[in-house]
């Protein structure tokens, strides 16, 4: 008897852990990938399919969504929404949407703090995770790329002019300080010099006084 009975609370103990092995069977998240400037508006989505919907039967099932390992919002099956702490002032759920299985998750002003990994979870019951969607939300760095692009080739562009500037501007200094020597060494006329207008009167004189004799 003593044997008998051991070997009936041993397969009983295995019927339970397969029943609830059954019951709950592992979950393959489905993972996203979600880039957003800073300062926009997001839409972390998550849906779930009719038979995930219809496997949450018992009373206290809920979808619930963390950012990590905190918690921003439990969302009923009818829609309801219970958030934690003050998240409600930035997330929004879709009350109507949840009867269609879409539990998507609406996030305003994004900043840097918000990169990172949120989960949304549908449990039948409270440890019986019977959906799961995993959002990476990232930063659009494509824009800082080109930002970064774009200031690189207006240094490069800076430079390049300042390269032909320069030996231009050196060019016309050297070159005027080369007239001005010049200048300076080629004698001016003297114009209190009137040698030569009088020299000139003198001929003209000449020249007249010869035609009239």
Request: net charge neutral; proline share 4%; charged share 15%.
């Amino acid at each position: 008897m003593g044997v008998s009975a051991s070997v009936f609370f041993f397969l009983s103990i295995i019927c339970n852990i397969h029943a609830e092995i059954t019951a709950c069977p592992p979950v393959i998240p489905i993972t996203l990938d979600v880039v957003a400037q800073l300062g926009s508006d997001i839409l972390l989505p998550c849906s779930f399919t009719t038979n995930q919907l219809r496997q949450a039967v018992k009373n206290n099932s809920a979808v619930i969504w963390l950012k990590e390992v905190e918690y921003i919002v439990e969302i009923s099956m009818t829609g309801q929404s219970s958030f934690w702490q003050s998240h409600h002032i930035r997330f929004q759920t879709f009350q109507s949407s949840a009867a269609k299985g879409n539990f998507s998750l609406f996030l305003t002003n994004l900043n840097r703090n918000d990169v990172g990994k949120y989960y949304c979870k549908l449990y039948n019951g409270v440890d019986c995770v019977v959906g799961h969607t995993v959002c990476k939300l990232d930063l659009d760095k494509s824009l800082w790329q080109n930002r970064t692009f774009l200031i690189g080739l207006a240094s490069g562009c800076g430079g390049l002019l300042l390269l032909i500037i320069i030996p231009f501007a050196v060019y016309a200094v050297s070159k005027r300080r080369q007239n001005q020597r010049r200048n300076q060494s080629t004698p001016q006329p003297n114009p209190y010099d009137t040698s030569s207008a009088k020299e000139e009167y003198e001929v003209y004189a000449n020249d007249i006084y010869h035609w009239d004799h």
